[in-house]
C-alpha cells in the first residue's frame, strides 16, 4: 500500500537550475538591485547599471555549459517527454539574442541624452527603477523561448511586457512618453485578454496546455470550430508584440515617446518575443491546423512589410524625430520579412522542411538584432548634441563623427541587403527561399517590390551622412544648432564598437548564421 509520503514524493521534482540558469541570473540581479537602489547614494547610481550589465553578462555566459545537449525541467510526473522547460538549441539561440540585446541596451542606457526642451542631461535612465524594469523584462523574455506550455509562454510574455510599459514612460515630465506607455499598455491589455480566451478555446478542446500534447491531441467534430478560433485568437498576443497589421498602430508613438534605448531593446527584443512564440505555438503546438494559420501569416506579411515600407518612405527629413520615426516604420517592414518564413513552415511536405523555412526566420532575426541595435546606437549618439533626432540632422555626420557615420551607412545597407552588408543580403536570400519554395509565388513577389521600397529610403538616408550643408537647398529646421563634436561615453562606444564588429563579421562568413540556425531547431 503507497503511504501518504510516497505519494507526496512522487509530485515533487527536482529542479535542473544549471537548464533554467540564464532567465533566472537576470531575476536575481533585478532583486538585487532593486534592494541596492535603497542604499547606494544619488553620486554613486552609476553602480547600479555596471551590476546589471555584469548580470546580464553572466546570464548570457551561463548559456555556455547548455551547449552539450537538451535539457528539460518541470515535467510531467508519469511522462518525462511533456515538460514545460525546454533547454533546447532553438532556446539558446534565442535566448542569446535577449540576453545581448538587452546587453547592448544597457551600455546604451548608461549614457544619458539631453533632454529636448531644456537641453540638460537626462539623467533619469540610470536610476534603480530602469535597471530593475529592463532586468525584469529580459528575464521573462529568456523564459519565452523555453516554454513549452500556453501558461508558461503567456506568463512568460506578461513578465517581458508588463516592465517595458513602465520604460516606456520613464521620461518624466515628458507627455510624449506618457501617452506612448498609456497607448502601449491599454493596446497590450486587450491583445492579451484575447490571447488568453484563446488559450481557454484550446484548453477546452484538446484537455492539455502542454505544447506537444495539444499537437497530437484528437478534436471531436464537435469541437473543432472552437479550437480553430482558439488556434486564431492565440495568435493575436504573438502577433501584436511582432508589430504584425493591424497590430502595429502603437509602434510609432512607443518608439518616440520611450528614451532611445528603451525604443532600440523594444525593436529587438520585443519583436524576437513575439515571433519566438509565434513560432512555438504554429510549428509545434498547432501543426495539423496549418491551414488555418498558413494563409494568415502569409496575408499579414504581406500587408505589415508593405505598410512599414510605405510609412518610413514619406518620413520628411525635417520633421522632429523623423529619424526615430523610420526605424521604427522600418521594423514594421522588417517583421513582414520575419514572418515570411513562418507562413512558409505551414505550407512544408515535412518537418524537415519546416525546420528549414523556420530557420530562415531565425537567421534573419540574428541578422536583424545586431544592425538594428547599432542604428539605435549612432542614434543615440546624435542625439546627443541634436536632441529632435531629425533625419536631416545626419547630413554631414561623417565630418564630426566618421566612425559614427560608417557605421551607420554599415548597419543601413545591411538592412537594406546591399552589399557590403553582405549578411542582410544572405538573410533577405534565405527568406525569398523559404517563400519560393513552400510555393508561396505571389508572396515572394510582394516581398521583392517591398525590398525595392526600402532601399529608397535607406539609400536615402545614407546618402545624407557624406552631404555637406552646401549640396541641399532644403531650409535649415527652425530651433535647429550647429552639431559639434563631443566626448562619446564608452559605454555607447562600445555598444556601436560591438554591432559592428558583428555585422562585419557576419557579412566576412554569412554561411555561419544559417548553419548555426539551422542547428537550433527544437
Known sequence: MTTAAESLGSLVQSVDW??????????VVALIVLVADLFVREANKTLLAWISVAGLAAASLALLPLLDGDRATFCLTGDKG???????????VIQFLVLAGALLTALLSISPLKDSRSGRDNTQLPEGEFWFLLLSSAAG??????SRDLATLVVALEVASLPAFALVGLKRGDRRSSEAALKFFLSSVTATAVTLLGVSFVYASTG?????????????????TLMHAGVALTLVGFAFKTAAVPFHFWVPDTYIGAPLPVAAYLSVVGKAVGFTGLILVTVVAFPSYADVWGPALAVLAALTMTAGNVA????????????????AWSSVGQAGYLLVPIASAAYADSGADAEKAIGSTVAYALMYAAVNLGAFAVAALVARSRPQNRLSDYRGLYATSPFGA????????????LPPGIIGLFAKVTVFSAAVDA???????????????ALYYY?????LLFRGAEDTHEAAPEGAQPQHAAPVPRPLTAAIALTAVLAIALSGAPQLVLRFSATALF
Open 18 to 27: 544549471l537548464a533554467i540558469a540564464p532567465p533566472t541570473i537576470a531575476a
Open 82 to 92: 511533456v515538460c514545460s522547460y525546454t533547454a533546447d538549441r532553438f532556446t539558446l
Open 141 to 146: 523574455a529568456a523564459l519565452l523561448p523555453a
Open 208 to 224: 492539455s496546455l502542454h505544447l506537444t500534447e495539444i499537437a497530437h491531441a484528437p478534436v471531436d467534430g464537435e469541437l473543432t
Open 312 to 327: 518610413a518612405l514619406r518620413q520628411s527629413a525635417t520633421r522632429a524625430y523623423s529619424a526615430v520615426r523610420l526605424l
Open 406 to 417: 560608417l557605421a551607420l551607412a554599415f548597419f543601413l545597407l545591411c538592412l537594406a541587403g
Open 439 to 453: 510555393g508561396l509565388g505571389w508572396l515572394a513577389v510582394v516581398m521583392a517590390l517591398n525590398v525595392v521600397i
Open 459 to 463: 539609400l536615402r538616408w545614407t546618402a
